[in-house]
């Protein structure tokens, strides 16, 4: 019964779903999460089915001062070529068809049912966008936190730490990275679409979910896909900052600085305007972050409304986004 109730909805399930007029309720998503991430990814299409390959510059020879009647060698440039993989993220929403037909709403309801399905999946998205690890789950992609993970490595410069303990599992990280499709992007199969893939499978008969072999039922299946992985191209546009949130204290006044911590990573950054730059942060983060900026209320740190018509707050006009799916349980970084 246990694995029946988690993979199908049941008449319990109908039933909460239901207003007293017998109408498809709205259902309140206290399990939804902001991961604002996902509205600032830059998508390009893979030059491949199942990973994308791209070259990376690693070297630029100098030009040679010439004299007259004086020869030149002929130099060139020096790169590698990266290959990044791609994941398949895939679910099944299905229930029965004499369920769902009940009071002749069985498209609202299952909207109703699916529409947590959906939130699933960008929870799971945001997760592997920060802590995907192909060495760990081949089966997903690398994200953010396995790549700036060691300040001794060639983009250790791009970690900036505060007293983050590595055997204290207190720390978080706020990222600021530039998307552009030649720094960082998100990348989708050659020949596909990008972003979730939604399709209705309409009345299927599937086997009897209670256990009862060879049994047979009517159902209503719905398939929903999304393909995706991760491309830095050009680690110089991400910075991570990783700090001991229990440094800042209630009235902060002690702790690590976040303003100056944050603009010495946007000065990380080559150039802000060659990009699409914004700051990730969770919820942690953002009140810590608060408490010292409403101390000043000088600072450039402000709230507005954008094009849009949404509230952005933003940082010396870096927007900062928050990211539910980012740790306040961190090691700490060395």
Known sequence: MGVLATTH????????RLDPNGQVAQVIEMLNQTNEILDDAVWIEANELTGHTTSVRTGIPEPTWRKLYGGVQPTKTTSVKVREGLGMLENYAEVDKALADLNGNSAAWRLSEESGIIEGFGQ?????MIYGNEATEPEGFTGLAPRFNLKSAVNGA???TSAATPDNNDNTSIWVVGWGPNTVHMIYPKGSQAGLQIADKGQVTIEDVTGNNGGRMEAYRTHYKWDAGMAVRDWRYVVRLNFDLEDITSDGKTGPI???????AMRRIPNLNNCRPAIYMNRDALDAFDLQ???????????????????VTTFRQVPIRRVDQILSTEAGVN
């Not at 909805?9 to 909460?16: G, Q």
Request: net charge positive; aromatic share 8%.
């Open 9 to 16: 909805p049941t008449l319990l399930d109908i039933k909460n």
């Open 124 to 128: 799971k998205l945001a997760r592997y």
């Open 158 to 160: 791009n970690i900036l």
């Open 258 to 264: 976040l303003r100056d911590m944050l603009a010495k």
């Open 293 to 311: 900026m409403n101390r000043d209320p000088l600072l450039s740190f402000k709230t507005q409304e954008d094009a849009q018509g949404k509230f």
